[in-house]
């Protein structure tokens, strides 16, 4: 498979993950939120495959920013702009590549942090969905040296895990569980959660590519 068609793959299986994990999400969020993160979740990647299946996306960037504007546009709250920076900043840090190497793919997480840092303001520790990329992003540019770009991407994921479920015990300094104050303690973050599910699903996309290469 080249990289277009591996990236497709992946979206679809952030698409059903989301999916099979809608209603834990949504309770995460009931806890300390208002209960629609697995909701949006779903509707935006269910916009997402859509957007694919109506514009044959050309390269892997093509692809993430098919998701990224489908994200934007259906996702109302605090997610979907900030999954949307997400897509958006990968894409555009794959601009020009057919090719996905391991180094572009760290690269591609790097940027996406970033993305999401400068537009929620959050940083690591404010029980946010930053709180689960931050790590993986940093998981990812030290697996890219000696490693493929399935292994990128699992250890970012479980660097991912680790991380959302260290926004157990913390207090939310932004998005709606910052409302919380306390109250927010000994939940986790639903958005640091969606963060590593998206990563492992894509983590085991590419582990099913290698093994079948
Ligand atoms: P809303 O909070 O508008 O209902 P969602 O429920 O879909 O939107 O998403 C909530 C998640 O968004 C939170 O769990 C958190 O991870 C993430 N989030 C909220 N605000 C920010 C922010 N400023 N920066 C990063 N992530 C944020
Ligand atoms: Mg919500």
């Known amino acids: 498979m080249d990289s277009t068609q591996v990236t497709i793959s992946i979206i679809k299986e952030m698409a059903a993950t989301i999916e099979e994990n809608r209603q834990s999400l949504t309770r995460l969020d009931s ?36 998701v990224s504007m489908a994200l934007i546009s259906k996702v109302g709250g605090a997610a979907g ?23 572009d793919a ?32 940093q998981a990812a540019k030290e697996a890219a040296g000696s490693g493929s770009v399935a292994e990128v991407f699992r250890a970012a994921a479980d660097a991912a895990a680790a991380g959302a479920e260290a926004t157990v015990p913390l207090t939310a300094k932004r998005g709606r569980a910052s409302y919380m104050g306390g109250r927010a303690a000994g939940h986790k973050d639903p958005g640091a959660t969606s963060t590593h599910l998206l ?7 590419l582990e099913n590519a290698s093994e079948d290469a």
């Open 81 to 103: 702009p900030l999954y949307g920076t997400v897509f958006l900043k990968a894409s555009s840090a794959l601009a020009g590549k057919e090719e996905v190497s391991a180094q």
């Open 199 to 205: 990563l492992d699903a894509a983590a085991r996309v």
């Open 31 to 66: 806890e300390i939120g208002d209960g629609d993160h697995g909701t949006n979740m779903r509707r935006g990647f269910q916009a997402a495959i859509e957007r694919l299946d109506n514009t044959e996306p050309a390269s892997p960037a093509d692809a993430l920013k098919a």
């Open 106 to 137: 760290a690269d591609a997480l790097e940027e996406a942090l970033a993305g999401v840092k400068l537009r929620g303001k959050a940083e690591a520790g404010d029980k946010t969905m930053v709180d689960a990329l931050e790590p993986a992003a």
